[in-house]
Structures are given as C-alpha cells and as structure tokens.
C-alpha cells in the first residue's frame, strides 16, 4: 500500500492550511516506515540513541492524544505508553509491533480530527498544563505541525539507515 501525501493547498484559510500541514506531516511519518517490518522499524539509530522508527509513531500518538484529547477535548485519559507523563517513554519500542503502534497512533489521528473539527474557533483558548498557561487551539495546531515535522527529519536519518531509501 502506498501512502498518499497530499501537499497543502497554495491558497486556502488558515483552518484548511493548518489541517492540511498537519496531514501532510502525518501521511510523511507513514511513508518514512512504509514497507518495513517490525524488526526494521526497530532498529536503532545509533549508540547510545533509541531512537527508531517505530518509536517515532509511538511519540506521535502520544502527542496527538495529549494535545487533542486531554488538552483541547478535556478527556481524562491516560497516555498510552508514558503513564508518567514521560513522553521519551514512547521511544522505547524495544517490543513494541507495527500492528499496535500504527492502530494506536491512528485512532489518535482519529480522535484529534474529531475533536479540532468540533472547535468553533482557532482562537478558542485552553489550559495547556505542560506551559503552565491558556493557550489558543491555533497555537497547538502549530505547535503539532512542528513537532511532526522535526521528528519527520529524524525519520528522514532512520529510515536512510535502514535500507538507503531517501527522499520520502
């Protein structure tokens, strides 16, 4: 299966532009661990980093899930793999499957859709415990497209080391 990336559109709103950024960078993390099993998606970047591929999709669905869900949504949920609020706990996907990372990280997506699509407005502000402060959902938008993205460049090294393949 290949994994469409499609580009933000040049001219749009600054709601679609966000939403597509944000899909942009999800579907790029996908392509990056396409075709890999577990094994390879496990595979560590170099010592003493644990840093693998599969960890990545596991980090991201724990920040999709602490920023839509408990943040924007209010849930009372815990995260998933960092009970202790220790998101770095994510990466180690010592024995971690494709199969319960990637069905974890995409009913995150799921759930972060639903909720960022039922937000009047993305001035709409929200406590973000981890700054301490009320924050507007724009700037947690933002803040997500970033973090995907600099963890899509750590992607970029990983999936290189694995089997050569760049340029995804």
């Known amino acids: 299966m290949t994994v469409e990336r499609v580009g933000p559109p ?3 709103g600054e709601r679609e532009t966000l939403r597509a950024y944000l899909d ?28 693998t591929l599969l960890g990545l999709v596991r980090h991201m669905a724990e920040v999709e899930r602490a920023w839509f869900r408990r943040t924007i949504g209010g849930e009372d949920v815990p995260l998933v793999w960092s009970a202790d609020g220790d998101f770095q706990t994510a990466y180690d996907a010592s024995g971690a499957t494709r199969g319960e990372a990637f069905a974890a990280w995409q009913e995150e997506i ?4 639903r909720i960022e699509a039922s937000v009047e407005s993305l ?39 694995v ?3 760049v340029g995804v």
């Open 10 to 12: 040049p001219r749009a």
């Open 24 to 51: 942009f960078h999800r579907a790029t993390l996908a392509a990056k661990c396409e075709g890999l099993g577990d094994e390879d998606l496990r595979r560590r970047s170099m010592p003493p980093s644990t840093l």
């Open 110 to 113: 799921g759930h972060s859709r």
């Open 123 to 161: 001035d709409t502000t929200v406590r973000a415990p981890r700054w301490g402060e009320d924050v507007s959902v724009r700037m947690i938008l933002l803040h997500v497209v970033t973090e995907y993205a600099r963890h899509n460049g750590h992607a970029d090294f990983l999936r290189e080391g």
């Open 163 to 165: 089997d050569g393949t």
